[in-house]
């Protein structure tokens, strides 16, 4: 059975950081791309970042590039993602993705979900 668990999401202020981890568990995680996805409130899940089962490639949403690096430790199935210089426009739930491929960049091409994590910026 697969599982992503993700944490580390919170109340944070404006300008502020967060470390979103999510660990894996039932795949085979050093040969799977992940990522991580974000949904605000009534607003539909996006993209924020991609990286590939060696760790080296990695991609980004427009909205997020240089304040959210994405990197992951194949030795103990965790990815994690770094969000760096929030804004109250990143509030939202954000989702880790076991993907379908590296290319991958629509919910539709997710094959597990995890629960979700909510981080919240205040102005």
Not at 76 to 85: A, D, E, K, P, W
Request: charged share 20%.
């Amino acid at each position: 059975q697969v599982q992503l668990v993700d944490s580390g999401g919170g109340l944070v202020q404006a300008g502020g950081s967060l470390r979103l981890s999510c660990a894996a568990s039932g795949l085979t995680f050093s040969v799977r791309s992940m990522g991580w996805f974000r949904q605000a409130s009534a607003k539909e899940r996006e993209i924020v970042a991609v990286i590939k089962w060696g760790g080296i490639s990695t991609s980004y949403a427009d909205s997020v590039n240089g304040r959210f690096p994405i990197t992951r430790d194949n030795a103990n199935t965790t990815v994690f993602l770094q969000i760096n210089s929030l804004k109250p426009e990143d509030t939202g739930v954000y989702y880790c993705a076991a993907l379908k491929r590296y290319g991958a960049r629509s919910p539709d091409e997710v094959h597990y979900w995890g629960k979700g994590t909510l981080v919240t910026v205040s102005s």
